[in-house]
């Protein structure tokens, strides 16, 4: 069974602090994606990333940045919290180069304070 | 620009069918999505259709034109646990396997 997993479904952070979360998945896919999504704006793309040490960033990376040293694993790091980076963020992978389906972690619910 | 829209909000009772709608820009298309989302929880992928025509799995089956540009999904036999937000997602060209993200219908089945 396909399996997305996140390092916490729950994070309450203060302004300033650097944070990190953590994506791994088990299926040897080459894809992996990080989202953040909120209410009424739907799910937008911080950074994806097609190999190890690969990335490109999506529609908003500021104020983030990533790290894919494993090909299991993707990691985005908030460097300075914010307010306005509460949110909902999912990790999700797939396989290239014609993949039919992202598969998606249960996501972390990021409150910063 | 990459635009994908399909309604906010959408109602319906039990046991009847929805028709959820999306459209999206034609140029470079190479795919479109469904995906079903209930509250709290992550996206579930539904449906995928490169090809025109209905793609029909169970209670759900997802249409496609492409030279329209539109593409609707059928929820027969609607049960409460079918109250979801419902995505519709775009990939684009050689996009690196990158999905676009309409911004959901929330649908809501009442007994």
């Known amino acids: 069974d396909v399996k997305v997993t996140q390092s916490s479904r729950y994070l309450v952070k203060r302004t300033g602090e650097k944070v990190f979360l953590e994506c791994v998945q088990d299926?040897?896919?080459?894809?992996m994606f990080w989202y953040r999504q909120d209410p009424g704006l739907g799910l937008r793309l911080i950074y994806f990333?097609?190999?190890?040490?690969?990335?490109e960033k999506g529609d908003i990376p500021e104020g983030y940045s990533v790290s894919r040293e494993k090909k299991e694993r993707f990691s985005l790091i908030l460097e300075s919290a914010s307010t306005n980076q509460t949110s909902m963020y999912l990790c999700?992978?797939?396989?290239?180069?014609?993949?039919?389906?992202?598969?998606f972690g249960p996501g972390t619910r990021l409150t910063v304070l | 620009g990459q635009n994908i829209d399909q309604p906010t909000e959408m109602t319906a009772t039990e046991g009847a069918i929805v028709q959820i709608n999306c459209t999206y820009q034609?140029?470079?298309?190479?795919?479109l999505f469904w995906y079903q989302q209930h509250a709290g929880e992550a996206p579930t992928f539904l449906s995928y259709?490169?090809?025109?025509g209905l793609e029909e799995k169970g209670r759900f089956s997802s249409f496609l034109s492409r030279s329209k540009g539109y593409s609707y999904l059928l929820l027969k036999e609607l049960q409460m646990k079918d109250s979801a937000s419902y995505l519709c997602?775009?990939?684009?060209?050689?996009?690196?396997?990158?999905?676009?993200f309409g911004r959901g219908t929330q649908l809501t089945v009442w007994p």
């Open positions: 999700a992978s797939s396989l290239p180069p014609r993949a039919n389906e992202q598969f």
């Open positions: 259709n490169v090809l025109d």
């Open positions: 997602a775009v990939r684009w060209g050689s996009t690196l396997g990158r999905l676009y």
């Open positions: 034609t140029s470079g298309f190479n795919g």
């Open positions: 299926m040897d896919h080459e894809n």
């Open positions: 990333s097609y190999d190890v040490k690969m990335k």
